[in-house]
């Protein structure tokens, strides 16, 4: 059995699951998130919570079952407390600024880089240097930070760029120090 698959997933007061054939709805104080499994493996919405079990120990089966029970989880995680991604500018002249719902970034291009949010993702600006991506999908904020920081990824030499918060950026010497 799968270590992450046989745990039940917790549903808290005020979460409510709905299960239709593969097709799960969660709901909560945040907002609703949909999704359909694949059918290979079993979902059971219970008063305790919702367990994943699996028919058969065929490979591809046993691949899916902690997937679902992870995805499920995250899933409940969403709709009660949120995800949040952080991103840091660094390098003279790079900053960001709402307009709107909009985020303007200026990143050293001949114009500013303007991103709009896609439904349910929401972005604040914390001076000019730190960016905050929240949502309750925790796939599409991951997917929302990443295609931010892909605008100017932080370089090697002087480390200049968009980073997540927690990110280490390996420096490189360059000409001068090869001697």
Known sequence: MSRVGKLPVAIPGGVKCELKGTHLKVTGPKGTLERTFNPGVHIAVEDAGVTVT??????????????????????V??????????LNIQGVGYRAAMQGTDLSLSLGYSHPVMVAPPAGIKFTVEGTQTIRIEGIDKELVGQVAADVRAWRK????KGKGIRYDNEKVRRKVGKAGSK
């Open 54 to 75: 699996r028919p058969s120990n065929e490979p591809a089966i046993r691949a899916l079952h902690g997937l679902t029970r992870a995805l499920i989880q995250n899933m």
């Open 77 to 86: 995680t969403g709709v009660t407390a949120g995800y949040t991604r952080v």
């Open 154 to 157: 932080p370089e090697p030499y």
